[in-house]
């Protein structure tokens, strides 16, 4: 039987072509969050990821699921950082795959939808999950997760909402998808708990809900993101801060 690989490359391979301590290709798994949650318990280094073929049961934001057949990214990286704020984390990865995503597919222009959406062309292409374990008030680790459209089938009823890479360049591949946005992840602390000038400015240069009138998580209009990750609404009473919630537009 031949060995397992992503695009041609089994999961050493991956490990020294993206510089992390440790990848795993899998064909098949409820969820990679899950089991880089397992690898975080038994000790695995910061950086450690997992890619797989197939999620049975890929999640998102507020429960929802994320479906997760051959042909897409999905991706699980685990990261050990002294302190985290999710919304950070969020935001900086969307920003990383962001990058990827135009690198790979020229014109894109890949847009990041608060707060862990991207999308192309009004259309959704990725989405991105941070999941913490704490010991008391102190983290143990974080899960990322990323689940990327690359060639995989778009289900009818969501072929307005949704796209793929392949739709957007042909020939897109996982591997290539990868080869730009992995080897950024294991950095994303770097900068510490705020985001930087220049990741201010570069999401603003991406930002998909700016001047959009929501109804939820507050009814009003986007008007960008604080340091912090928190998505700051003008509503009637004034700009309100939004750390968490599914945006609705109005």
């Given at each position: 039987?031949?060995?397992?690989?992503l695009?041609?490359v089994?999961g050493?391979g991956?490990?020294r072509?993206?510089?992390?301590p440790q990848?795993?290709?899998v064909?098949?798994v409820?969820?990679?969050l899950?089991?880089?949650?397992?690898?975080g318990?038994q000790?695995?280094p910061?950086?450690?990821?997992?890619?797989a073929?197939?999620?049975?049961?890929?999640r998102?934001?507020?429960g929802?699921?994320?479906r997760?057949p051959?042909g897409?990214?999905w991706?699980?990286?685990?990261?050990?950082?002294?302190?985290?704020?999710?919304?950070?984390?969020?935001?900086?990865?969307?920003?990383?795959?962001a990058?990827?995503?135009d690198?790979?597919?020229?014109?894109a222009?890949?847009r990041?939808?608060?707060?862990?959406?991207?999308?192309i062309?009004?259309r959704k292409?990725?989405g991105?999950?941070?999941e913490?374990?704490?010991q008391g008030?102190s983290?143990?680790?974080?899960?990322?997760g990323i689940?990327?459209n690359?060639?995989?089938d778009?289900?009818?009823e969501?072929?307005e909402?949704?796209?793929?890479?392949?739709?957007?360049r042909?020939?897109?591949?996982?591997?290539?998808?990868?080869?730009?946005?992995?080897p950024a992840l294991?950095?994303l602390?770097?900068?510490g708990?705020?985001?930087?000038?220049?990741?201010?400015l570069?999401?603003?240069?991406?930002?998909?809900?700016?001047g959009?009138?929501?109804?939820a998580?507050?009814?009003?209009?986007?008007r960008g993101?604080?340091?912090d990750g928190?998505?700051?609404?003008?509503?009637d009473?004034?700009l309100?801060?939004?750390?968490?919630?599914?945006?609705?537009?109005a």
């Open positions: 039987m031949a060995a397992l690989t695009d041609g089994a050493a991956l490990a072509r993206w510089g992390v990848a795993t290709y064909a098949t409820g969820s990679t899950d089991t880089i949650h397992e690898l318990a000790g695995a910061s950086g450690t990821v997992v890619v073929e197939v999620q049975t049961a890929g998102g934001r507020d929802r699921t994320w997760s051959a897409g990214f991706l699980g990286v685990l990261l050990r950082p002294p302190a985290s704020d999710l919304g950070v984390y969020s935001i900086r990865a969307g920003l990383v795959l990058d990827a995503i690198d790979l597919v020229p014109g222009h890949a990041l939808k608060w707060p862990n959406d991207v999308v062309a009004d292409v990725a991105i999950l941070c913490g374990r704490w008030e983290l143990q680790w974080l899960a990322l689940g990327c690359v060639t995989n778009i289900p009818a969501l072929a909402s949704a796209t793929r890479l392949a739709d957007h042909p020939g897109s591949t996982r591997l290539g998808l990868g080869d730009r946005l992995v294991p950095r602390g770097a900068s708990l705020r985001l930087t000038d220049t990741e201010m570069a999401f603003q240069g991406r930002d998909w809900l700016w959009r009138a929501i109804r998580p507050v009814a009003g209009r986007a993101i604080r340091p928190a998505l700051m609404v003008e509503t009473g004034g309100s801060a939004v750390r968490e919630g599914h945006v609705a537009l």
